[in-house]
């Protein structure tokens, strides 16, 4: 398999970047390197993941002011050429926000932070998170986010769903989606999309959480490999 090299983007208040970096050295074996939001380039790099935090303390609201950064133009620019850009939890809202994927992140419907385990299912293959996964597949991954209420307006909601950009839906541990297995009031349950040529594609939940036996679960594993695979082909 053709090694990828992958950069991760660190802001001011990202926290989750050295658990993608373990997961891309570790799980996939492909090469990974942090790169600060203050970098003008990403060149060399093959890929890049925006992973989970606060950045910039989501002042205003998660992920406005990281958009703003020196390193988004070139994150756009690799979006663009079709090469692979993904982001978890926080790095889902810096994408939406920087118009590199559709949306926006309202509040969790509680009102409240959410951190707990969730099911989801796998509803579209064609995403760097999804190439490895069956259409269907349930996987039990956790969350941990207060503003991952995923909100499109009637039209573009029946875009997403019509053009098969819906990624992950949010179900119980038998893959049935309801209001009683979404943590946070997304519509249609909604927990991950791709852009529409499907090189960009983020979730809120964290795969990041869930990819070695000590961290009470392996299913993130699964996303990791849809990451190697996609970037393989």
């Known amino acids: 398999m053709r090694r990828t090299r992958f950069a991760v983007l660190v802001f001011p208040g990202t926290n989750c970047e050295g658990d993608v970096l373990h997961a891309i050295r570790t799980v996939i074996r492909q090469d990974a390197e942090l790169v600060w939001h203050k970098e003008g380039s990403l060149d060399g790099f093959d890929a890049a993941v925006v992973p989970g935090g606060f950045a910039h303390g989501d002042y205003l609201r998660a992920g406005s002011l990281a958009r703003?950064?020196?390193?988004?133009?070139?994150?756009?620019?690799?979006?663009?050429?079709?090469?692979?850009?993904?982001?978890?939890?926080?790095?889902?809202?810096?994408?939406?926000?920087?118009?590199?994927?559709?949306?926006?992140?309202?509040?969790?419907?509680?009102?409240?932070?959410?951190?707990?385990?969730?099911?989801?299912?796998?509803?579209?293959?064609?995403?760097?998170?999804?190439?490895?996964?069956?259409?269907?597949?349930?996987?039990?991954?956790?969350?941990?986010h207060a503003?991952?209420?995923?909100?499109?307006?009637?039209?573009?909601?029946?875009?997403?769903?019509?053009?098969?950009?819906?990624?992950?839906?949010?179900?119980?541990?038998?893959?049935?989606?309801?209001?009683?297995?979404?943590?946070?009031?997304?519509?249609n349950h909604i927990a991950g999309v791709r852009n529409e040529r499907g090189n960009v594609a983020a979730l809120m939940p964290h795969p990041d959480r869930a990819y070695e036996p000590a961290l009470g679960g392996t299913d993130g594993v699964r996303l990791f490999e849809s990451l190697a695979r996609w970037n393989a082909s």
């Open 147 to 187: 503003e991952g209420n995923f909100h499109v307006s009637d039209a573009a909601l029946a875009a997403l769903e019509d053009r098969g950009q819906v990624l992950f839906r949010y179900c119980d541990a038998a893959g049935r989606a309801s209001g009683a297995a979404n943590p946070n009031g997304s519509r």
């Open 68 to 144: 703003f950064s020196p390193v988004m133009t070139p994150l756009a620019e690799m979006a663009a050429s079709g090469r692979a850009v993904v982001g978890i939890c926080n790095g889902f809202q810096i994408l939406q926000e920087a118009g590199l994927l559709p949306g926006a992140m309202l509040r969790n419907r509680s009102l409240t932070y959410v951190c707990r385990d969730v099911w989801l299912r796998a509803e579209d293959r064609s995403s760097p998170l999804t190439a490895a996964l069956d259409e269907g597949e349930v996987l039990r991954i956790p969350v941990g």
